[in-house]
């Protein structure tokens, strides 16, 4: 498994969660880690994403409410939730790529359930 997703779970609304995401160490040259997810019945979406020197970036939805960062070291990438809501449900994937030689990594998928 080159990514693994941990941290998915049941919450209620208004609740937090903190999803992790550790990269393998055979991945080298990182550049952007990102987490998106799938709501059931739509499309995977980019959630957050986070580049090599630190520069994030969020879709609407989220921004003021998660916060994406990463721990170079580590090879880890992290997701805080707050104040979730009943449309965050879906299974949350992290996404590593490599530069300058391209390649991309999916983890297995974290599922966030946000009961109202």
């Known amino acids: 498994v080159q990514l693994q997703a941990s941290g998915g779970g049941l919450v209620q609304a208004g609740g937090s969660l903190r999803l992790s995401c550790a990269a393998s160490?055979?991945?080298?040259?990182?550049?952007?880690m990102s987490w998106y997810r799938q709501a059931p019945g739509k499309e995977r979406e980019l959630v957050a994403a986070v580049t090599a020197i630190g520069n994030t970036q969020y879709i609407d939805s989220v921004k003021g409410r998660f916060t994406i960062s990463r721990d170079n070291g580590k090879k880890m990438v992290y997701l805080q939730m707050n104040s979730l809501k009943s449309e965050d449900t879906g299974v949350y994937y992290c996404?590593?790529?490599?530069?300058?030689?391209?390649?991309?990594?999916w983890g297995q998928g974290t599922l966030v359930t946000v009961s109202s």
């Open positions: 160490k055979n991945i080298g040259n990182i550049n952007t």
């Open positions: 996404n590593a790529d490599t530069l300058p030689f391209y390649r991309t990594y």
